[in-house]
């Protein structure tokens, strides 16, 4: 019980904070979401280093932050998109880090430096797209990141409380012995109703929009969660971090992001052309 009490009231916190720094303006949502791609960056290459294992840890956060922070002034119409080009000399330099280090495994450890780029700092880079609408003439705009990041927590929560509640048959028993079918999909239904209730309220999506978004955070959210406890399992850890009371690591909070991110970019690409 007193997990349950630290899990809803570091819940609670976050979502204020996160909340209110959207409200805020550009730059506190900048602030929060670097904050959040720098913690996480740091958690993962934090983890990861083993027996076989051992990315170059500083270089690969160093990596991630460039990129979103390249992807924030590209995507705010303060660049154009020839900055990237930065990218393509900080890939070559994993190889040459990785060529003097003198390691074991330098195969593995080249991989799992891009990895956590790939995995945690493309993913939240993309939010950046979500604020900043080339539809909307670059301008601010929170309504997509805010519509998205409420379904998210929406099927978070209500899976993990229907889990605990009625969950009787295990989801992928071989990755998570806690996850089951009936968190599964009342996490799912309640994502489709609270997508329904909040179809009017954002001015910039429609009924088909979050619809959508509800079924791409239900169906791929779950299997963020699966991915990442994947990793854990494989590498022997518990929680990526301390930092949330009840919950883990700045890693386990945002693991249905990493994987959802990228398809609601596509679809918004397509069809509503952000």
Not at 71 to 97: D, K
Not at 157 to 162: G, I, L, P, Q, S
């Given at each position: 019980?007193?997990?349950?009490?630290?899990?809803?009231?570091?819940?609670?916190?976050?979502l204020?904070?996160?909340?209110?720094?959207?409200?805020?303006?550009?730059?506190?949502?900048?602030?929060?979401?670097?904050?959040?791609?720098?913690?996480?960056?740091?958690?993962f290459?934090?983890?990861?280093?083993?027996?076989?294992?051992?990315?170059?840890?500083?270089?690969?956060?160093?990596?991630?932050?460039?990129?979103?922070?390249?992807?924030?002034?590209?995507?705010?119409?303060?660049?154009?998109?020839?900055?990237?080009?930065v990218l393509?000399?900080?890939?070559?330099?994993?190889?040459?880090?990785?060529l003097?280090?003198?390691?074991?495994?330098?195969?593995?450890?080249t991989?799992?430096?891009?990895?956590?780029?790939?995995?945690?700092?493309l993913?939240?880079?993309?939010?950046?797209?979500?604020v900043?609408?080339?539809?909307?003439?670059?301008?601010?705009?929170?309504?997509?990141?805010?519509?998205?990041l409420?379904l998210?927590?929406?099927?978070d929560?209500?899976?993990?409380?229907?889990?605990?509640?009625?969950?009787?048959?295990?989801?992928?028993?071989?990755?998570?012995p806690?996850?089951?079918?009936?968190?599964?999909?009342?996490?799912?239904?309640?994502?489709?109703?609270?997508?329904?209730?909040?179809?009017?309220?954002?001015?910039?999506?429609?009924l088909?929009?979050?619809?959508?978004?509800?079924?791409?955070?239900?169906?791929?959210?779950?299997?963020?969660?699966?991915?990442?406890?994947?990793?854990?399992?494989s590498?022997?850890?518990?929680d990526?971090?301390?930092?949330?009371?009840?919950?883990?690591?700045?890693?386990?909070?945002?693991?249905?992001?990493?994987?959802?991110?990228?398809?609601?970019?596509?679809?918004?690409?397509?069809?509503?052309?952000?």
């Amino acid at each position: 019980m007193n997990n349950l009490i630290k899990r809803l009231i570091t819940a609670a916190v976050c979502l204020i904070l996160i909340i209110g720094c959207l409200l805020s303006g550009k730059y506190t949502y900048f602030l929060i979401s670097f904050t959040i791609n720098l913690s996480a960056l740091y958690e993962f290459f934090k983890i990861v280093p083993g027996k076989n294992i051992d990315p170059v840890k500083y270089l690969g956060i160093t990596f991630g932050s460039v990129l979103f922070i390249l992807s924030f002034v590209i995507s705010s119409g303060i660049f154009n998109n020839q900055l990237y080009l930065v990218l393509i000399p900080l890939v070559v330099s994993v190889f040459i880090f990785e060529l003097f280090r003198n390691k074991a495994n330098p195969v593995i450890n080249t991989a799992v430096t891009l990895l956590g780029i790939i995995y945690i700092s493309l993913p939240l880079s993309i939010l950046n797209y979500f604020v900043f609408p080339a539809g909307n003439a670059y301008e601010y705009a929170y309504g997509i990141l805010l519509a998205y990041l409420i379904l998210i927590w929406t099927n978070d929560t209500a899976a993990y409380f229907t889990g605990i509640t009625i969950g009787k048959h295990l989801l992928f028993k071989r990755i998570s012995p806690k996850k089951t079918w009936e968190g599964f999909i009342g996490g799912s239904l309640i994502t489709f109703a609270v997508a329904w209730a909040i179809s009017g309220v954002f001015n910039t999506l429609n009924l088909t929009d979050v619809m959508v978004f509800a079924g791409i955070v239900s169906l791929i959210g779950v299997a963020g969660d699966l991915t990442e406890s994947m990793f854990k399992r494989s590498i022997s850890v518990k929680d990526t971090g301390a930092l949330l009371p009840g919950h883990g690591g700045i890693l386990d909070r945002i693991d249905s992001i990493l994987l959802t991110s990228p398809f609601i970019f596509i679809y918004l690409e397509l069809f509503k052309k952000i």
